[in-house]
């Protein structure tokens, strides 16, 4: 099923960091800024913020002398024993962290064997994650999370994984035509967040951004009560902006 978006800048910050991080690991003695500019072609504009977010993530540390070098996160995940485990806990952190940043639960989904799977999530107290009352695996034209997967698939696969799952009318709000939604999803535009206003549950609205790891379809979304309902656009702008060190933790 083909992908029929182009990369976003998330996709591009991740890409320019992870050329970062080969050059720096290539380096064991360290590497300065200026050095860093010169072997990855990123200017200083472009690779100030870039080490500043490899360094909070603990990809990369400072010396003394300002050189840069491998961080721990780095050496936890180049050890082959527990690396699987190290990418879990490291990618949970990552969602703890940007949890609090947008002041909602949110959530990893991805596209697996034709089938709607949310592999990770980071909730809390204040930012409660969605009851699902109905499995997310029958429900994808009613979520931000299933429709910004389907957006990555090609017309077939749409096609394909309508035909498998009955649109079934959850609340007065939930698209039930097929036409309607595969019209919707056309003409969703890649950089901009799929948004669900109680399409899948009364009381909830999310958002939902697409995240491309290799060759794999997934996506990044939040969830918040009704009553924040003014707030989801803000934090959806703000999840996409953020998308960045989730899709680096994806792609090490």
Not at 77 to 92: P, Y
Not at 220 to 245: F, G, T
Request: contains cysteine; proline residues 4%.
């Amino acid at each position: 099923m083909a992908l029929q978006h182009k990369p976003t800048a998330p996709h591009h910050s991740a890409q320019d960091a992870l050329r970062v991080l080969e050059t720096v690991t290539r380096q064991t003695t360290g590497v300065t800024d200026t050095e860093l500019a010169r072997q990855t072609g990123l200017d200083l504009e472009r690779l100030t913020p870039l080490l500043g977010m490899l360094r909070r993530e603990g990809y990369v540390e400072q010396t003394a002398d300002g050189a840069y070098v491998a961080g721990e996160v780095l050496a936890l995940l180049d050890s082959a024993q527990g690396r699987e485990e190290a990418a879990r806990d490291k990618l949970q952190h990552t969602l703890d962290r940007l949890r609090d940043s947008v002041g909602a639960a949110v959530y990893i989904s991805r596209y697996v064997d034709g089938e709607v799977s949310v592999t990770q999530y980071a909730d809390g107290p204040a930012t409660p994650r969605v009851n699902e009352w109905v499995d997310f695996r029958f429900s994808a034209h009613a979520t931000a999370v299933g429709k910004s997967l389907l957006t990555q698939l090609d017309h077939a696969g749409r096609r394909d994984h309508l035909a498998r799952h009955k649109m079934a009318r959850l609340t007065s709000r939930t698209i039930t035509s097929d036409r309607l939604l595969l019209s919707r999803l056309e003409s969703q535009p890649p950089t901009v967040p799929v948004l669900d206003l109680q399409e899948y549950a009364v009381g909830t609205v999310c958002a939902a951004v697409p995240i491309t790891a290799g060759s794999a379809v997934g996506c990044l979304a939040l969830s918040l009560p009704v009553e924040h309902a003014h707030r989801l656009r803000r934090a959806a702008d703000e999840l996409n902006r953020s998308a960045a060190p989730v899709l680096l933790s994806l792609a090490i």
